[in-house]
């Protein structure tokens, strides 16, 4: 696997996030950032993945500052978050853009590409729901 870049890191761990919070939606769920290391860093390369954590934690952070997610910090470093989708995230993810040719939600599409390891159909679909995201902030 190619060395995946900031962008497209917090475009995959976010719809990693996505796909657990929208599946099981409303309960607030954990988030362990180990569990999301195999789908973006082959094994041989887990030594130098030491900063995961503090990309996962930066995601988490940004989608809860942004109003996607209610976010709970864990108590010690290291630990496990417990999150849930908030109404913007929610309202996000049901949306059906035009741009999708099966007319299905962009929370389904983030779950179909959610189940195996980082691709660019992954990066692609978590672009599009932040940016329907910000338009429902402006929506009149």
Known sequence: MKKLSNIELFNG???????LLYQNFPRKTEINPA??????IDEEDYDGAFDFDEIVAATLTWLDK???????????YGASYSATLSH????TLKLIPDSIEQKITIGDKIIEFSKGKFSEGMNQIVTMAISEGIKLIFKP
Do not use: M, Q
Request: negative net charge; contains cysteine; aromatic residues 18%.
């Open 66 to 76: 942004a109003g996607y997610i209610w976010l709970n910090e864990p108590e010690c």
């Open 88 to 91: 913007k995230g929610l309202e």
């Open 13 to 19: 761990i976010t719809g990693k996030v996505f796909a």
């Open 35 to 40: 569990s999301f290391l195999e789908d973006f």
